[in-house]
């Protein structure tokens, strides 16, 4: 038996389900791929992988951490611990400032971004 080999050269539709193997008919099928691993997809449909990761710093214990976008020029890393809050910038810590939660609660907080200002907001259990 003959085995047909096809080249993609567009993953725009990204990772699809398995559910849809065989049906050519759909343009998810035709631009997608079955698993894609540690990679970005472009958008103009091509993929590069992704960039390792280094050691930058310890955080000062069990927290979390939110990523904050001021423009595209200026992107931070928040490291949320108990009453702390260490920022850092270009994987630089930037400062430290003091937080109202304790360990805690940091477990219960939600966060958004609405353009320019991060919001928080506890959570009820």
Excluded at 42 to 63: C, H, N
Excluded at 89 to 106: C, F, L, R
Aim: glycine share 8%; charged share 20%; aromatic share 8%.
């Amino acid at each position: 038996m003959t085995r047909i080999r096809e080249i993609k050269t567009t993953f725009t539709a990204g990772e699809v389900s398995s559910d849809l193997l065989g049906r050519g008919d759909l343009r998810a099928y035709e631009n997608g791929a079955l698993a894609l691993r540690n990679v970005f997809i472009k958008p103009t449909g091509g993929v590069t992988r992704r960039a390792g990761l280094g050691f930058i710093d310890s955080a000062a214990g069990d927290g979390r951490l939110i990523s904050f976008e001021f423009n595209t020029q200026q992107t931070y890393l928040l490291v949320l611990t108990n009453t702390q809050i260490d920022i850092y910038a270009n994987g630089i810590k930037d400062s430290t400032i003091s937080a109202p939660w304790t360990q805690e609660q940091i477990k219960h907080l939600a966060w958004t971004q609405s353009a320019d200002t991060l919001l928080f907001e506890p959570v009820a259990c």
